[in-house]
Each structure stands twice: as C-alpha cells, then as structure tokens.
C-alpha cells in the first residue's frame, strides 16, 4: 500500500515542522543526535510487495524446514545436551576439588582457562564466561543494557528495521552482535572490562541507529523519500568530516553495515558475495574488501537509497575500482569521485587534494540543495580535536610499563566511532571522557589490563583479518601477548584547523589522505617500514604481529624488505596470513598456529592459557 | 605474404631491453629514460639528448628473487621487471619515471632504489602522482607533477634542457613515428590486411623501445614496403582486437593469430591505442599543458574512474571494433592487476550485453606465450565467432 498524496502532504508538513524545532533546539546549543528529522521522515512502504516479498520468504522456510534433517538435528541437541550435563557435572567436580584459598580465587577473580568454552560444530560459547562476582555482575548489566539499547533503536521504527531480515541475509548476522561484545571482552575484568564494554557500547549504538537509517530510505522497504533526499551515501571506508559543513544531511557510510562491519561480527558473512562476483568474473586474488562490496551489488543485497554517492579512491587500487560496479547496479545514482592523490607526502599535492574536495561540497549542494556551514564544521572538528587529544592519551598511557586499554574494542572504537564518525556524535565525547577517567584511574593503581597474563609487549601491523577481530584478545589471554597498538590505529593526530577556511581544507585533505590503511600503504614505501620500526621502538614492543592479507598487493610488495629489516635488527616478527573476509582460504585455527608455532620453536614460551593454544571454533561466528 | 624485410631485426631489437640501437644511443651521448606507463608522456622522456626506452623482460626465466621481495600475488610483469634489475639488466638507463599509478609497479620503482639496482652517480628514480580524472584541477596537478618530480629532476640531476622549445622539438620527432605507424595501422582495416597483427606488434614495440632518431629510418622502409606487399589470398577465420592490460610480448598476439584470427586492433598498454596519435600543438600555449591534456584525454587506463572515462573506454572499444571491422574482442588482463582485473569482469558483460559484442575474456601470465589453456580458448573463441558469422549467412 502507498500513502496517498494528501496523507503525505500532512506528514511532509509536521517533518517540516519538526525539521525548523531541531534548528532551533541546535541553535540553542543543545543538538540532539542524530537529528530527530532523521528519525521522523515518514516511511512509504510499498505493503502489497512487502506481501509478496513475505510469501517468497515463506515458501523459502518451507521448503527448508522440508528439507531439514529433523531427526538428525534432535539427535544433535540430545547429544549437546548429554555434553552440557557432562560439563557441569566436570566443573562442579573441579570447584570441589579446588581448595578454598582457589575458590576464592575463582570466586573473586574468575576462571582462568577460556578454551572449554569452545565446544566443536558450535556457532557460539557453550556458555558465558565467569569473570568473578563483581565482573561477571557488571558484564550482565552492560549485557541487559546493550540490549535495551537496540531494542529501543530499533522501536524508533520497527517495521522497516526488523522488514530488512527478509530481504537481506546480513541482517541477520546482527542478531549475534551481543555474542560479538563478548568475544572482544573476553578473559577482561575490572578496569579493562568497564572501557571496553563502555566502547563497544557506542560502537553498536552506531551500527544499530545507521541499521534503522538503512531500512528507512531502502526502497524495498521503508523507501522514505524524505529521508533519502537528506542521504549521502559515502563509499567503504571513507570517512564522515566532510559531512560535519552539511548539519542537516545525514552522511552514511554506504558498505560499511551490509559488508563491512558485519564480517568482523560474522565471520561467514561475506562467503556468499565472495562467491557470487567471482562467478560473474572477477579473479579471486584481489582484496576482499571491494570484491564483497561488489558481490553484494550483484546478488542485489545493498539497499536501494539516498539522494548522492560518494565513491572513493581509499585505500586501495580494488577499492578505485569497486565504484564502476555501483555505478552500474544503479546508474540513476549521482556520484562524485572523490579521489586524493597517493603521494601525500609531497604538499604539492594537497592542493589538489583541496580543490577535489571543493568539487565534492559543491557537488553535494547541487544534488541536495543543502547548503556548507562553516560554523557547523568548524564546531564538530572542535569536538573531533579533543577526541584526538583523548586518543593520544591513551597512546601514552599504553606506552608506559602499565598499559591499560588492551583488546579489539580499542582498535574497533577508534576505527568506528572517531574516525569515521569524526565527531559528530556528541555522545561519543562523553564515552571518550568515562573510559579515560577509568583509565587514568587504573594506570594510577598500576592495575594490569590482563590479570597475571602479561608478558609481551606486541604491536600489530597491516590490515588484521575481519573474521578474527578479536585476534589480540586471543594472543592475550593464550600467550600474555598484550597488544599495544595496532598499525590501523596510528593515522592523521594533527590538531585540525578551526578558524582558518582554507587552511582547514588543507587539514582536512590532510586527514583523508591519511585515514586508516591508507596512511601507511599508500605514500611510498617508508610509510609502511621505516615508519613501523619508528613504532617498534616508541611502543618498545617485543613481538611483532605481522599480518599479511594475502590480497592485499600494497603491503604483500613489501615482504621481503620487512623480512631483511626484520633481520637486521633481530626482532620477533610473526608472520600471520588471512584473507580478510574468507575464513576458507586460512582459517583462524590456521592463524593462531602460526602464533604457536612460533612461541613454542623460536621463543620457547609456555602459554599462560593451555586450554587455548587448541580449540575448534570454524563454525563458530 | 612475403617476410617484411626487417622484421627478424625488429624481433632481434625486442630480444634485450639494452638493444643494439640503445647502445647506438649511448654511444652517441645519449641519456636513456626509462618508463612503463603511458602516464608518463613518452616525449617529456625525449627531450633535448634523452631518449625513452619503455621498459620490458624479454626472455624473463624464474622470477624467485623478486617474488621473495614482493611475494608471488603480484603482478608479473613488475616482478619480471624487478628481477631483471636486480639481476642489473637495467644498469644502462640514466634514469627511470615512475608513476603511483598502480601500487605494483609503484613497488617496483621504490625497489629499484632500495635495491640499488643502478649504480650511476646521478641516476634517478621518481615518482610523480597521477589523478583518477580528468577535471580541470586534475590537469594543473598532473602539469605540476611533471614540472616538479620529472623535468626539474631531469635538469637538476642530468643537466638536461627541459625548455619549451626541446619539449617541441621532441613532439616532433614524436609525431614523425605516429604518422608512420598510424598509416600502417589503418592498412590493418583492409577486409584482408597487408600487415597481421603479430608484425604490428612487433613493429609497435620497436616505437617504444628504442630511440625514436634511430628506428625512423627503419619504419620508414617498412611502410613503403607494406605499400607494395601483397596479402595472401585467404581471408584471416575472425578478425578480432585486443583491449586491456599490458601485453610487450608479440607472442601473444602470435598464439591468437596461429589460432586462426587477425589481430586488428590493440588497445592494450603497450599497445598503438592510445599511444601513436600524433600530439596538436599550438603556438599560443606552452606544450607542457597541451601535452599533459593530450595524455590524459587519450588515456584508456582503466585506473581513471570518473564516469566520463569509464563510458570512453567503452565506447573506444566498440568504435575501435566497428573502425576495424572486428568480429569480437579479447578482454585480458595480467594476472592480479587489479584495476583490469575489476574493469575486465565487468566490462566484458556490458560489452556483450549492451553493445552486442561477442567477447572472450581472459587472465594471463607474463610469460603467457607456452599457455596450452589460452590456446585453446582462443581456438574456441575463433570457431565461436565463425559459426555467428555463418549464422549470420543463413539469416541473410
């Protein structure tokens, strides 16, 4: 069913309305955000193909439920159930033999081996974890909120949020997001637990209100024409300052939900879209990331929405080349190619970088009508600036002998919600403030981020794979690997410029040039090897976690250079290889034996946690 | 047809980068630049007493030593180039332009100089930054490039002239050669050419791989003979045009011609289009931005992504095929170049689907020459295209 006209017009007429009471309430100071306009644009949903739409899907549960081997699956359950009870009767076992100064131990402090909750063939952990009293209570009131908090971002509208898992399979994969939270905390207590889940708390605030934005202007479902008139879709990584001159529009980072940030929640995610732009031919050695996007273009599993896109040359010559293919699945779409020049070093070549994104603004302003405020982004880079200053002093506190904040939260928090939010979210400033009140806090204490695990100072450099984001909790918590840094995270820290117009244009290509990934693949080859002993040593980091994307040509060229660095200077480099999106071609198991291998043969290491150094979690998300 | 007079010497020229006529050069007090890439304008590296040697590795045997330094999913026509330099097959260039264009062959030259695969005092590696457009800021920045990484560097560290009036001089000696083979590549648009596509290739290469002043005499024998050369009688099975990544080896363009087609057209790099147009200069503007517009205008490189060249580069295709009276087109790609890699999965359905053109589409080695796998698609793609032309009979 489509609304008629005059409904429209009187919908149209109170989002107006809304529209000019936002203004004022932002002029008062006190903006809400994401801009309650956003949120009011009124669906047109087409309800007669949501129909048909729902009956297909129908049909497709059908025939699976048909399918399905019913019997086998029951047998399956019982025999889970059989090792469940065999598990707890085990553990109950184990706590009465443990002495009382143990109990305790456990009671306080939580268990200290992590791999039996791996169980093989199972998606998730056979349960959750027990971190002691107070860690395991907190864990489940941050659970109960994480909760809450999707629940009632998805309730802002419903039916278009929830219509998505009909037509969209990576949908679903949101649904174990929670599961995500606790595999980036795992084995983290007090301290560690509390930044952490304050982190990823807003990491999933992001994703879920974008989620809803997504289903909102889809055409296939909520098709809010009001909304998509606002929307500028953005190309893969490429990040949202621009936007900050553009208050009244909303900037979505277009691939960055459907493909992207889901294949670090599910690892499976991106096998289908994989699979389907190779069949239509494209070669299988180029990078992941763009070959995803563009598969999901093919099988149609990118909404349909917004007035504009941004493509981008970032960060990778794959990624220059995914843009033809959405030109092509919807050739209707006005797209500006925003594209900075690869040798940013030379200052010559950010005035052009300057004038592409002038091109950029006023492309956006002939497409939208909206018109770039300076005063609108020179306040959000204000706010972007103290986010930097708050980032910074995290690198210092880790730097020191008592590093705190440790684990995929860090890396995942500062990727999402500071570079490529870049501050337009005031809410995020005060995360930034809590986690570094309880940072300052611990590192005053001397408190150790990993309870009795630490042993090595790690620093992890190229492009980790997305199916196993929470790696450096793993080399945490199996070999007391504690990693400090991640190449990913060490991009643009200039304080930018808030008073000059032009010169902040000059930062603000500075910036771009050197957003994740780019600032260290692209440039010449110092900014990946010189620049990572510079970070070695800064860091005095004692393992190296090298990883190699083995599509990933910018960083592959340079093997054999780190290797001859590597050995000049005698250090521990562990090589660890990944595709990126598809665990088939080198599992995580795969992965972690690379670590093992080399800590027991080159650094003849005990590990702290023996029940990890081998357990099968390849099904698992 | 009978054998053209120099063509086993143009076979012999392609035989080592460091031919007999850039020795000649060298001998004469010559500078040699080398280059790769069409985003570097091929005159800027003729002028005053330099001259252009567009780089190759004939004869590349095992690549183990580049593929240790930049592993073995990389393109490999730049770790066969790397390997020949740190071999020091390239010991004779003065200096080498190097564009960012691709992150590959960008490793390449950065290699070239960690490496120190030459040892000449003043020898030069540079690296100038190419746009993924063409709007007016693309071209003030591509001119500055030029101005700043390239000819200053050419004049500062080689003493070369680098004046508007050298930059002329070199245009015109350049388009001398484009004049000659652009007149042998219209021969190719007889319904049964003079030439086949195996000997334009060759004579192409020679263009781009020895000094323009030495091999004129030689293309100008050979276009006077061509005049006079009689075709055999029968008709080439399927006329076809190659469209893609880098191809330096004739043998390629053999394997498909011994499989019964006529290579007609070659919009590969390496290839005369883009590449052998003749540069219009006016007297009213300095060359440089003439040239730098000239470049980018014709560029087909698949790395430009603005909407206007990703619809130019169609379009060249299917006019190049309609000019050339073509049957199909070969879309080919070097194995894991990624911006043809992408352009090729793509554009060979649009090709096909929208333009009605029948296509192979193909990936290949760098030494592709013994490939038992792409001889016999492209016999299947010869018979192909002959049983749509009998089709296309029996409608009639």
Redesign the interface.
């Known amino acids: 069913m489509v609304l008629s006209t005059e409904i429209l017009g009187i919908k149209n007429a109170l989002a107006e309305k809304m529209e000019i009471k936002a203004k004022k309430a932002a002029a008062q100071g006190k903006p809400k955000y994401p801009n309650p306009v956003f949120w009011r644009c009124k669906d047109n949903m087409d309800w007669k193909a949501q129909g048909e739409n729902l009956k297909e899907v129908g049909k497709i549960c059908v025939d699976m439920f048909k399918e399905a081997d019913i019997k086998g699956f029951c047998m399956k359950q019982v025999g889970r159930c059989k090792n469940d009870a065999a598990r707890v009767a085990l553990e109950v076992k184990q706590g009465i033999e443990m002495s009382p100064e143990e109990r305790k131990e456990v009671f306080l402090y939580g268990e200290r081996t992590l791999g039996k909750l791996y169980r093989k063939g199972d998606m998730v952990p056979v349960r959750r974890e027990w971190r002691g009293a107070a860690d395991t209570a907190y864990d489940f009131y941050r659970w109960g909120k994480m909760w809450l908090m999707l629940l009632t971002t998805f309730s802002r509208d419903l039916i278009p949020a929830l219509n998505s898992t009909f037509y969209y399979r990576w949908m679903i994969s949101y649904f174990c997001c929670v599961g995500f939270m606790d595999k980036n905390t795992s084995g983290q207590k007090g301290s560690a637990l509390k930044m952490s889940h304050l982190m990823t708390y807003d990491i999933f605030r992001y994703v879920a209100e974008n989620l809803v934005f997504l289903a909102k202007g889809d055409k296939k479902n909520g098709n809010s024409s009001q909304l998509n008139k606002k929307v500028v879709l953005f190309d893969e990584m490429t990040m949202g300052q621009i936007m900050a001159g553009f208050p009244d529009l909303l900037g979505i980072p277009y691939q960055l939900m459907p493909v992207f940030l889901v294949s670090e929640i599910d690892q499976l995610t991106c096998v289908p879209y994989i699979d389907a732009?190779e069949s239509?031919?494209?070669?299988a050695?180029?990078?992941p990331v763009?070959s995803s996007e563009?598969g999901a273009l093919v099988i149609d599993a990118l909404p349909h929405m917004g007035s504009c896109f941004i493509?981008s040359?970032m960060p990778?010559?794959?990624s220059?080349?995914?843009?033809?293919?959405m030109?092509?699945r919807f050739p209707d779409l006005p797209?500006y190619?925003l594209?900075f020049?690869?040798?940013y070093e030379?200052e010559?070549?950010t005035?052009?970088a300057v004038?592409?994104i002038k091109?950029c603004i006023k492309f956006v302003e002939d497409v939208t009508g909206a018109k770039w405020s300076w005063d609108a982004y020179f306040k959000q880079m204000k706010r972007f600036n103290e986010e930097t200053a708050y980032e910074l002093q995290k690198w210092e506190v880790n730097k020191t002998d008592y590093p705190q904040i440790i684990g995929p939260s860090y890396e995942l928090f500062r990727k999402w919600n500071y570079e490529m939010d870049g501050g337009a979210d005031p809410r995020v400033i005060k995360t930034f403030e809590k986690v570094n009140d309880i940072m300052m806090k611990a590192y005053e204490k001397r408190e150790q981020a990993w309870r009795n695990k630490m042993r090595y100072r790690g620093i992890v450099w190229s492009c980790p794979a997305h199916y196993y984001a929470n790696f450096s909790n793993w080399l945490a918590n199996c070999w007391g690997i504690d990693i400090l840094v991640e190449m990913e995270s060490l991009n643009f820290t200039k304080v930018l410029e808030t008073e000059d117009k032009e010169e902040a244009l000059m930062d603000l290509a500075r910036l771009y040039e050197r957003m994740v990934m780019r600032r260290h693949?692209n440039g010449?080859?110092r900014n990946v090897v010189d620049e990572m002993w510079r970070q070695v040593e800064d860091w005095r980091a004692e393992i190296i976690i090298m990883y190699q994307n083995?599509?990933c040509?910018?960083m592959?060229?340079?093997?054999?250079?780190l290797d001859d660095t590597c050995r000049d200077r005698n250090a521990h480099m562990i090589w660890i290889e990944h595709d990126l999106m598809d665990p088939r071609t080198v599992s995580r198991k795969t992965m972690r034996d690379k670590v093992n291998e080399y800590m027991r043969t080159v650094m003849h290491a005990e590990p702290v946690d023996p029940t990890l150094v081998d357990f099968d979690d390849e099904l698992g998300m | 047809m009978k054998d053209l007079k120099h063509l086993i010497y143009f076979e012999s020229l392609l035989d080592n980068a460091d031919n007999e006529l850039v020795e000649q050069a060298k001998k004469d007090g010559k500078l040699i630049m080398g280059y790769t890439c069409y985003h570097i304008p091929e005159v800027l590296l003729n002028v005053d007493n330099c001259v252009s040697v567009r780089l190759r590795a004939p004869r590349t045997g095992s690549i183990d030593i580049s593929t240790?330094?930049?592993?073995n999913?990389?393109?490999e026509y730049?770790r066969a180039l790397l390997e020949r330099a740190i071999e020091g097959g390239f010991q004779f260039l003065d200096g080498l332009a190097g564009v960012?264009a691709?992150?590959?062959m960008?490793?390449f030259y950065?290699?070239f100089g960690?490496l120190k695969c030459n040892t000449k005092e003043n020898f030069f590696v540079t690296?100038?930054?190419v746009?993924?457009?063409t709007?007016d800021?693309?071209f003030?920045?591509m001119q500055?490039?030029l101005e700043?990484?390239l000819l200053d560097v050419m004049h500062d560290k080689l003493g070369v002239d680098v004046s508007d009036a050298q930059i002329r001089k070199a245009v015109a000696e350049h388009n001398e050669v484009c004049k000659i083979m652009q007149e042998i590549s219209e021969m190719r648009k007889a319904d049964n050419p003079v030439i086949t596509g195996y000997e334009f290739h060759v004579l192409n290469l020679v263009t781009y791989t020895c000094p323009k002043y030495l091999i004129l005499p030689y293309l100008k024998e050979t276009l006077a003979e061509l005049k006079k050369r009689k075709p055999d009688e029968k008709l080439p099975r399927a006329r076809v045009g190659i469209v893609g990544s880098e191809i330096d080896d004739p043998e390629f363009t053999k394997m498909i011609e011994d499989a019964g087609a006529r290579v007609v057209f070659d919009r590969h790099c390496f290839g005369s289009i883009p590449g052998r147009e003749v540069i219009e200069l006016t007297d009213d503007e300095d060359a440089l931005p003439q040239i730098v517009r000239h470049y980018m205008r014709t560029s087909e490189c698949?790395?430009y992504?603005?909407?206007e060249k990703?619809q130019q580069r169609r379009d060249t295709a299917d006019r190049l095929a309609k000019e050339f009276h073509a049957d199909g087109i070969i879309y080919e790609?070097m194995?894991?170049c990624?911006?043809w890699?992408?352009?090729?999965?793509?554009v060979?359905?649009?090709m096909a689907e929208e333009y009605g053109w029948p296509v192979l589409?193909i990936?290949r080695l760098y030494n592709a020459k013994g490939s038992g796998q792409l001889r016999t698609r492209f016999q299947a793609f010869v018979e192909s295209l002959e049983i749509k032309k009998i089709q296309k009979g029996g409608k009639k």
């Open positions: 732009v239509f031919g494209l070669p050695d180029t990078c763009p563009c493509s040359s990778c010559d794959g220059t080349m995914a843009s033809s293919y030109s092509r797209v190619h594209t020049p690869v040798r030379d010559e070549t005035r052009y004038d592409d091109g693949t010449g080859y083995v599509a040509k910018n592959a060229t340079l093997q054999g250079v | 240790y330094y930049m592993s999913y990389v393109c730049a960012d691709c992150s590959m960008n490793r950065e290699h960690i690296h100038l930054d746009p993924y457009k709007e800021f693309s003030n920045h500055r490039q700043v990484r698949a790395r992504i603005a909407d990703v790609q194995k894991y990624d911006f890699g992408f352009e090729r999965a793509l060979s359905h649009v589409s990936d």
